[in-house]
């Protein structure tokens, strides 16, 4: 099992930045890949970024590309999402999730643990 706890939302005014961070605990030697998703109100969960574990590389959601930026801390096993030039549209549950697999995938039922969420909201 793998316990992920996510932290760093909060209010911002737009244009502003937060930083997510998502540690890992557990049987983290099986978690390959990590991935943060976001939930608006009444919409479905959608995907934000990706990482691999091991060689670090990155994918993006158009939404966000050039504006947030997914980094690890092997030594700390812990997933960063730092999110610049915040948008009103970017208010959500922000989720942090982890993969067996090594490849990056969008897809939410291709991740194994999921951690209960944390509130972003941007204000206008």
């Known amino acids: 099992q793998v316990q992920l706890v996510e932290s760093g939302g909060g209010l911002v005014q737009t244009g502003g930045s937060l930083r997510l961070s998502c540690a890992a605990s557990?049987?983290?030697?099986?978690?390959?890949?990590m991935g943060w998703f976001r939930q608006a109100p009444q919409k479905g969960r959608e995907f934000v970024a990706t990482?691999?574990?091991?060689?670090?590389?990155?994918y993006y959601a158009d939404s966000v590309k050039g504006r947030f930026t997914i980094s690890r801390d092997n030594a700390k096993n812990t997933v960063y999402l730092q999110m610049d030039s915040l948008k009103p549209e970017d208010t959500a549950v922000y989720y942090c999730?982890?993969?067996?697999?090594?490849?990056?995938?969008?897809?939410?039922?291709?991740?194994?643990?999921w951690g209960q969420g944390t509130q972003v909201t941007v204000s206008s």
């Open positions: 990482i691999n574990w091991a060689r670090g590389r990155t």
């Open positions: 999730a982890a993969r067996y697999g090594t490849a990056l995938t969008v897809r939410e039922n291709d991740y194994n643990y």
């Open positions: 557990g049987h983290t030697f099986s978690v390959n890949a």
